[in-house]
């Protein structure tokens, strides 16, 4: 949090601490001599000192810019020092929602159907959705997300969408909302998939989320659970078609996850599966879905680091 302007509850999404502490001290474990870079600023300033490394693990997401996660991947190619994850380039893209919505839609990707409100527009109509789901169009973690439903009218539509804006300066989507499972698809690989998996978020009784809403404060409480899924069912097969096809036309990511929802109420075959993010920035916090989606693979946590930075190696070399 080294901007001054930024707090917790205006700008959330940060590298947990326990993430940086697992993935540095599973790659000593693994035999490397591993050094806590820190800020940009630090990065710089060893670039200034001649005391780079010879490869970088990048977790860098900062704060309070639509450009954040893709700024590191900017300063390491002009630096020439390789690393882990997305270039500029997909990790701009997949930040910014209002970009990322029309490439899936030109992809025949099924994405929630949206509108955008630029910052300081008016809004003079209401959507053509009873239920709806505002959101800044540059941020992670489910910061800022806010339900809107129909009967509140058009007046409390403004006031949401004003108060979002005056947070985070930032245009909003207003998505329809989707009704059904949410599942999230975790991938590492880039030519070929090294291992695909996918967890579903549940409630505490493991129903499915249906009109629930994993919103940041839902996150924070927690009351919610993960299961595998078996994306070679029919009706997930759609899920992994999807994800595989991204991660060739977005390449190389290395790793990430897809958050979907699946829709009707039956689940067969027909459903419709929609695309709601794409987390070119996935954690890799140890209790979290990539880290499950691994076990379920068979692969530990040390073995999910390890796999991650071959795949990334390979492509450098």
Known sequence: MSNSDA????????????????VATNLTALGYDVDLIGTLDNLLERWRQNQLPEFIWNLSVRTTSRNRTA???????????????????????????????????????????WCRYGVGEEIVNLPLWKKCILKPACEGYSLGLQVWEVSTGLSELQNQVKQLHQQFQAAVLCEQFIPGREITVGVVGNDAPVFIGAVETVTTEGAVMQEQV???????????????????????QKLKDVTLDLMQLFKPLDYATFDFRVSADN????????????????????ERSLAQIALQNGLSYRDLIEVILQTSLKRWN
């Open 267 to 286: 689940f067969s075959a027909s459903n419709q599966a929609y695309l709601l993010d794409i987390n070119a920035d996935a954690t890799l916090h140890p």
């Open 214 to 236: 994993l919103d940041l404060q839902a996150k924070r409480r927690g009351g919610f659970g993960k299961i595998n899924v078996d994306l070679s069912l029919p009706e997930l």
């Open 71 to 113: 700024l590191a991947p900017a300063i390491l190619e002009q630096l020439g020092i390789p690393y882990t994850g997305g270039d500029t380039t997909v990790k701009s893209l997949t930040l910014n929602k209002d970009f990322l919505k029309p490439v899936l839609q030109w992809r025949g990707i099924l994405t929630p159907p």
């Open 7 to 22: 707090t917790e509850e205006t700008h959330y999404h940060w590298r947990e601490t326990e993430e940086v502490e697992a």
